[in-house]
Each structure stands twice: as structure tokens, then as C-alpha cells.
């Protein structure tokens, strides 16, 4: 039997396109204010049995290799989104893996930083030819802007959104094909689903996407949105996801500081 034992079914599932258009225009959905899971609090999640470490937090975190301004260490997410996690490592257990979480709920001042500064400089440096509106586009790409009032939170301000992965419980985690937060189409969740060139497609592919099946089928299955355009971003209650899955609303709006 695998050493993934029933979770391998996942492995061979092929991750599906995403929708027409994606994500695209997800902050123009309504959010539920009034609803009872917009009075979740925001909650430790290692108080529920998920780990993990915030990327931006600490020095060691290519490609920035350098603590980002604003960045706190603790990682918290909505109670919602919180206990799906905790059911997506029980099922893990199984196999002796387990989720490992990047970054969840996250502080403008490091949306502001990436979106503003960092990604847009580093694509002048590589694409000196786009125009002021590509270089936005591409930068929304990967990078919500910041949070531009109460009808428009960025995602991970909600407590819905995380990035993560996942990994063996002694350590050492899944090969997921790119780094985490990179910003090109290597990162793009079925990227390896749509790979034709026999020659070019490796065992390395070959196991980056079995194993980015594994994690979107997991998520879903839980409940998750997955954002198509980061194999590790997923949402559950904020705009994105209502997107994504064709909900009348977003049941988070922005949270407060924890």
C-alpha cells in the first residue's frame, strides 16, 4: 500500500480549470455583516492543532531574505477556518503528514509592502517594457491590494484566507514545484495539470503535481476556495471564496488586530 494510504486516491485526482475569469472583480460581492460567522473572533491556530511558522516574519524566506516591516509571528485565523484546518490535518494524520501554515491573518502593512513596493519594483527590474496598467495587472495577480474600506477587506485581513502546505509531521515538507509566493505562472495551481511536453515534464513535475492535488482536494473538500493563481492560497468566508464557489456572500469582513 502507498505511504499515503487512502489519501493517494487524492494524488491522482486531477485538479479541475478554474472558473471563467477566476477571481477576478471578487471585492465587488456583497458581505454579510449582520451574519453570525462575522462575529467569529480571530483564534491562535496552533490552539487547534495546526503549526506552522509566518514566512515573513523571519529572515530565512526566499526570495526577500529579510524580516518584512510589520510582520507579526503569531498565526490566527476565524474560528470558521480554523476548525476546517484542524479536520484537514486529522484526515493528514492518517499518513503522518500535516499542514504547515505560512501566513493567515495578515497586517496591511505587509499587504501595503508587496503590493506597493516590492512586487512592482522587482517587475520593472525583469518587464521594463509593461505600461503602468500591466504592471498594476500583473501585481493584482499575485498581491491584493491593501484594504481600501469596510466593503472591500484584502483577504487575508478577513481571518479566511491562509497559505499553506503541507508536510510530514517530522519536518520535511511536500514538493509543491516552486517556492512559496512565487510570483509567476510556476505557481499557478493546475500549472502542472496543463503541462503537454512530454520531454520537458519530469518526475520532479510529476510529483509537484501529485502532490498540489493532494492539497487542493483536501481544502476543498473542507470547504476552501482555492485562488488559482497560488497553489498554497486558499479562502474560506471572505470574498474571494464567494467568488470562487458562486456564494451569494462573503461571510467575513475585515477583523481586527489580534
Same mark, same amino acid.
Given at each position: 500500500?502507498?505511504?499515503?494510504?487512502?489519501?493517494?486516491?487524492?494524488?491522482?485526482?486531477?485538479?479541475?480549470?478554474?472558473?471563467?475569469?477566476?477571481?477576478?472583480?471578487?471585492?465587488?460581492?456583497?458581505?454579510?455583516?449582520?451574519?453570525?460567522?462575522?462575529?467569529?473572533?480571530?483564534?491562535?491556530?496552533?490552539?487547534?492543532?495546526?503549526?506552522?511558522?509566518?514566512?515573513?516574519?523571519?529572515?530565512?524566506?526566499?526570495?526577500?531574505?529579510?524580516?518584512?516591516?510589520?510582520?507579526?509571528?503569531?498565526?490566527?485565523?476565524?474560528?470558521?477556518? !480554523? #476548525?476546517? =484546518?484542524?479536520?484537514?490535518?486529522?484526515?493528514?494524520? *492518517?499518513?503522518?503528514? &500535516?499542514? @504547515?501554515? %505560512?501566513?493567515?491573518?495578515?497586517?496591511?502593512?505587509?499587504?501595503?509592502?508587496?503590493?506597493?513596493?516590492?512586487?512592482?519594483?522587482?517587475?520593472?527590474?525583469?518587464?521594463?517594457?509593461?505600461?503602468?496598467?500591466?504592471?498594476?495587472?500583473?501585481?493584482?495577480?499575485?498581491?491584493?491590494?491593501?484594504?481600501?474600506?469596510?466593503?472591500?477587506?484584502?483577504?487575508?485581513?478577513?481571518?479566511?484566507?491562509?497559505?499553506?502546505?503541507?508536510?510530514?509531521?517530522?519536518?520535511?515538507?511536500?514538493?509543491?514545484?516552486?517556492?512559496?509566493?512565487? !510570483? #509567476?505562472? =510556476?505557481?499557478?495551481?493546475?500549472?502542472?495539470?496543463? *503541462?503537454?511536453?512530454? &520531454?520537458? @515534464?519530469? %518526475?520532479?513535475?510529476?510529483?509537484?503535481?501529485?502532490?498540489?492535488?493532494?492539497?487542493?482536494?483536501?481544502?476543498?473538500?473542507?470547504?476552501?476556495?482555492?485562488?488559482?493563481?497560488?497553489?498554497?492560497?486558499?479562502?474560506?468566508?471572505?470574498?474571494?471564496?464567494?467568488?470562487?464557489?458562486?456564494?451569494?456572500?462573503?461571510?467575513?469582513?475585515?477583523?481586527?488586530?489580534?
Amino acid at each position: 500500500m502507498s505511504v499515503f494510504g487512502a489519501l493517494a486516491a487524492l494524488r491522482d485526482k486531477p485538479i479541475p480549470p478554474p472558473p471563467t475569469g477566476g477571481a477576478r472583480g471578487y471585492r465587488e460581492l456583497p458581505i454579510a455583516f449582520g451574519g453570525a460567522a462575522n462575529k467569529e473572533p480571530l483564534v491562535a491556530l496552533n490552539e487547534y492543532g495546526v503549526r506552522g511558522e509566518n514566512f515573513y516574519a523571519q529572515p530565512r524566506n526566499p526570495p526577500y531574505y529579510q524580516t518584512i516591516p510589520g510582520s507579526i509571528t503569531t498565526l490566527c485565523a476565524r474560528e470558521g477556518a !480554523a #476548525s476546517r =484546518l484542524r479536520d484537514v490535518n486529522t484526515r493528514l494524520a *492518517e499518513a503522518q503528514l &500535516e499542514l @504547515f501554515i %505560512f501566513d493567515a491573518w495578515r497586517p496591511q502593512a505587509v499587504q501595503a509592502f508587496f503590493h506597493d513596493r516590492w512586487l512592482p519594483a522587482e517587475l520593472r527590474k525583469r518587464k521594463p517594457h509593461l505600461s503602468d496598467a500591466e504592471l498594476a495587472a500583473e501585481v493584482t495577480n499575485y498581491w491584493a491590494a491593501p484594504s481600501s474600506g469596510a466593503d472591500a477587506p484584502s483577504p487575508h485581513s478577513t481571518g479566511g484566507a491562509v497559505d499553506l502546505t503541507v508536510r510530514w509531521r517530522d519536518g520535511d515538507p511536500l514538493w509543491m514545484g516552486s517556492l512559496f509566493d512565487d !510570483a #509567476s505562472p =510556476l505557481a499557478h495551481t493546475d500549472r502542472f495539470e496543463t *503541462e503537454t511536453d512530454e &520531454e520537458a @515534464f519530469s %518526475f520532479s513535475n510529476e510529483e509537484a503535481r501529485a502532490n498540489r492535488r493532494l492539497l487542493y482536494w483536501l481544502m476543498v473538500e473542507a470547504g476552501f476556495a482555492s485562488n488559482p493563481s497560488e497553489w498554497w492560497h486558499f479562502s474560506f468566508g471572505d470574498q474571494m471564496w464567494a467568488k470562487l464557489r458562486d456564494e451569494p456572500a462573503a461571510l467575513y469582513a475585515g477583523a481586527e488586530a489580534p
